[in-house]
């Protein structure tokens, strides 16, 4: 068919990467830690979906297992930081 | 020619608009993550990406790979089972954290310890002193 | 059987997310996801989780049904308040909740239920009291809210987990 796939594929990952300046910004900005954590949270999801796209362009299901090991990564650290902000340690 | 241009229409065109809505929405919530002013009411943003905008791509992932594999590719359903069960955990933790740390602070943007309900504390907007929140 | 197998639902779903992993029904990686499967029920079993029954699988799934709907419907209402150009005039608070429920496992997913869905956030529960803190992005009027929470998703948990 055409090239409207590719294009869209194009576009959405543009959009994805704007997503994550944003992402960016806000953990590097804060003002408090818990946004910073939270910038990190949303920095990964937007990673992940990216990486989904990049498997889409190029045709290759590799991407897939790199995008659950960035969810996988995602979730322990952002729990790990979460559990530091209210306790002041992570294993107790 | 790349094997993405050899997908017929009638996959391409729906691949196409569920990618483009999918990083539509991861955008408009990060953009959130900026415009909201509280923690509290930024904590809402990241689940447009979490929920209809990692759905929509990964519905459009499993067509692609679907079609161009002529199988049936289910396995982006791990993801969406994953991001499901683990967005909730995280996103509550984070709340929680906040709470805490503000309660300790005794910042007056947030409901008191165990307030009952229907008391005046428990309905504490915080619609234009959020700024002083932000300072600290 | 139930010393053998202590989870039949938990080792099914285990079992095909093996088989999603690997993308393959052949003889050997069923017998090989059905053994780890086995494994981690036993090893889930050492661990007593507080144990509920399902009851009323249908309305499990209309509440499913109808928790994908509200989804849907708060991703475009939250994106519209995000992309809105004034901020001030809109109303974001707590609100706090008696709730009835408590089963943990139907607490555990009315908080997926309200944190997945943009708009609404599980900020606090307090088990003793049964008094459930959340944050909503736009809080025009807090009693409708109560009703929601309790008639739209508590009442068919309810329902079925107890």
């Known amino acids: 068919m055409t090239a409207l796939l590719p294009a869209a594929i194009l576009v959405a990952q543009l959009m994805l990467g704007l997503a994550m300046a944003c992402a960016t910004f806000r953990v590097l900005r804060g003002p408090r830690a818990q946004d910073r954590v939270l910038g990190l949270d949303t920095l990964y999801v937007n990673g992940m979906l990216l990486m989904l796209t990049f498997g889409m362009r190029f045709g290759s299901t590799h991407y897939f297992e790199a995008a659950l090991v960035i969810g996988l990564l995602g979730f322990v650290s952002t729990t790990a930081l979460a559990k530091f902000l209210m306790r002041g340690e992570v294993i107790e | ?136 | 059987m139930r010393r053998l197998l202590p989870y039949p639902v938990i080792w099914a779903c285990l079992l095909l997310l093996w088989v999603l992993l690997n993308e393959s029904l052949s003889p050997g990686s069923l017998l090989l996801g059905a053994l780890v499967a086995l494994f981690a029920c036993w090893g889930l079993a050492l661990l007593r989780p507080p144990a509920s029954r399902l009851r009323q699988p249908a309305v499990a799934m209309r509440l499913l049904g109808m928790v994908l709907a509200d989804i849907f419907r708060s991703n475009i209402a939250v994106a519209r308040i995000i992309l809105s150009p004034q901020q001030h005039g809109r109303r974001a608070g707590f609100v706090s909740i008696s709730l009835e429920l408590r089963d943990p496992n139907g607490l555990a997913v009315l908080a997926c239920i309200l944190t997945a869905a943009p708009g609404t956030a599980w900020v606090d529960f307090d088990s003793a009291e049964g008094t459930l803190l959340l944050h909503i992005l736009d809080l025009v009027d807090k009693e409708s809210w109560i009703g929601i929470v309790k008639n739209r998703y508590e009442r068919p948990l309810m329902e079925i987990f107890q």
Do not use: K, N
């Open chain 2, 1 to 136: 020619m790349t094997p993405l241009e050899q997908l017929p229409i009638w996959a391409a065109l729906p691949a196409a608009l569920l990618v483009v809505v999918g990083a539509a929405m991861a955008l408009i919530g990060s953009v959130g993550l900026l415009r909201l002013r509280s923690f509290y009411e930024r904590v809402h943003a990241p689940t447009l990406a979490t929920s209809m905008g990692m759905a929509c791509v990964l519905l459009a992932s499993m067509i692609v790979f679907s079609v161009l594999q002529t199988r049936l590719v289910l396995h982006e359903l791990l993801i969406a089972f994953f991001m499901i069960v683990t967005t909730p955990v995280t996103l509550m933790l984070l709340a929680r954290a906040a709470l805490y740390r503000d309660r300790t602070e005794e910042s007056d943007q947030v409901p008191l310890l165990s307030t009952p309900s229907g008391s005046p504390e428990a309905e504490m907007a915080a619609p234009d002193g959020a700024e002083a929140v932000e300072e600290r």
